[in-house]
């Protein structure tokens, strides 16, 4: 196996609760800073969805000692920082570079920010986000975004069912009240992971986190997520949302299991099969020999408890059933057909120059050590390149043959009525029930 760079990983539990994880490089001249935190709609209800992307958004807008976003960013600016922020479905994370030297004042500023964030200036940000918002739907209210389409398909009745932003609607009722709640439940110092990637002493970092951090206080346990009730519409096979685009997209899915699930692993070497570099099975077959399309992908997508494999692309409208039809002949070839030899090295080979990548930038491996903490599932580098390349090739098969009757697909754009019915008798061959079988796709 490849030697990987060294990075001492080290970890300290500071008496409230808060972790904090760094991993050492020396010779770095800058630092990288994460804090992540559970979050997202897997931790909302129906009263609170949403909420975790607008007090991320809102945390920018001051604190008790910083008045108002400028007086934020400038502090950040003074150690050399870039301060971001991103919500996912199950956690939120907030991070910035930093000078070697300027740790210290980088975990003070983030302990500010979220320990005590002055949540002013709602209106005003409310604004930014309803723009944001206006991203993911077409001028008549209707839904464009697919990722979220396939959530919704896949995971209806489940919490991973629930968009990352919620509606306008939900988004314009938000109340300052509500927000003061939200962050009193959500943001107690034992549900923190702060990670410091770079050339620092773990020891030195610890003390900082202990004098910035270590003074915020535990909190209460977090609150327990709660699913969207379950509807029969959003389950169907097929969902078509016309809109005018010039293309149609795709998304052709199928559910997996979550990271906690042994065959999480399994299911990352199927993605990158897939589409891992421009010699895997999508680019080759499906670009360069078939030139059916400028750009098609395939992705996993893990959770805890789920997970979602997604194979995409865009193409004339009436050349969709075709990129269907190729898309769906990649999941059967790999359910009839073991991977061969050369091919799993290959994907252990691009793995392990990934995992070399992320040992080597401060940003990936900050986020990685501490999202590892965060969930439970320490980021061993080592372990994890032995687990991808202890998956076989008739596990690859078994899992891809067991998963096809779960197939969904999602469309965006004005396919005509008769190719859809067509893909979706494609799809119905592919989950290998009756293609005669009646059950009218959705359209919204």
């Not at 870039?82 to 479905?89: E, H, K, N, S, V």
């Not at 001028?139 to 389409?149: R, Y």
């Not at 795709?250 to 399994?266: E, H, K, Q, S, W």
């Not at 010699?279 to 789920?306: K, P, T």
Request: proline residues 5%; contains cysteine.
């Amino acid at each position: 196996m490849t030697r990987l760079p060294r990075a001492r990983i080290r970890e300290t539990r500071l008496a409230n609760g808060t972790a904090v994880v760094t991993a050492a490089m020396p010779g770095h001249a800058r630092c990288h800073l994460y804090v992540q935190l559970r979050g997202g709609p897997v931790h909302e209800d129906d009263h609170t969805w949403g909420l975790s992307h607008v007090v991320e958004h809102m945390v920018f807008r001051g604190t008790a000692e910083l008045a108002d976003a400028r007086a934020v960013s400038l502090a950040a600016d003074d150690f050399g920082g870039d301060l971001g922020a991103a919500t996912y479905r199950d956690r939120v994370t907030f991070d910035t570079r930093c000078d070697a030297d300027r740790v210290d004042d980088a975990l003070a500023l983030l302990a500010r920010m979220l320990g005590h964030p002055r949540l002013q200036g709602l209106a005003t940000e409310l604004g930014v986000i309803e723009e944001e918002l206006a991203e993911l739907y077409d001028d008549n209210g209707v839904e464009i975004d697919l990722d979220n389409v396939v959530f919704r398909q896949l995971f209806t009745g489940h919490r991973l069912a629930r968009t990352i932003e919620a509606t306008p609607r939900h988004v314009r009722r938000v109340t300052r009240a509500a927000l003061r709640m939200f962050h009193a439940a959500h943001y107690g110092a034992r549900h923190f992971v702060v990670s410091v990637a770079g050339d620092v002493d773990h020891d030195a970092v610890a003390a900082a986190a202990r004098r910035t951090f270590g003074r915020l206080p535990a909190g209460p346990a977090l609150p327990t997520g709660v699913a969207p009730r379950a509807t029969a519409t959003e389950a169907q096979p097929v969902w078509v949302t016309r809109t005018d685009d010039a293309q149609t997209s795709l998304r052709l899915c199928l559910p997996i299991p979550g990271f906690r699930d042994d065959a999480a692993t399994v299911w990352s070497v199927v993605g990158r099969l897939l589409d891992d570099g421009p010699a895997s099975r999508l680019q080759h077959e499906v670009i360069d020999r078939g030139g059916l399309a400028y750009a098609v992908w395939a992705m996993v997508d893990f959770y805890e408890e789920r997970g979602v494999l997604e194979l995409g692309g865009q193409v004339r409208h009436d050349r969709f059933v075709i990129l269907v039809d190729a898309l769906a002949s990649q999941l059967e070839r790999l359910a009839r057909r073991a991977p061969s030899a050369d091919e799993l090295e290959r994907v252990v080979a691009r793995y392990t120059r990934d995992v070399r990548d992320t040992l080597d930038d401060p940003a990936s491996l900050a986020e990685a050590i501490g999202k590892g903490v965060l969930f439970g599932r320490p980021f061993q580098p080592t372990q994890q390149i032995a687990n991808v390349a202890g998956v076989g090739g008739s596990a690859v098969r078994d899992a891809v043959r067991a998963a096809l009757p779960q197939a969904r697909l999602a469309l965006l754009g004005l396919p005509a009525a008769r190719d859809v019915a067509r893909a979706q008798r494609r799809l119905q061959g592919l989950q290998g029930r009756d293609a005669g079988r009646k059950s009218a796709p959705v359209r919204r």
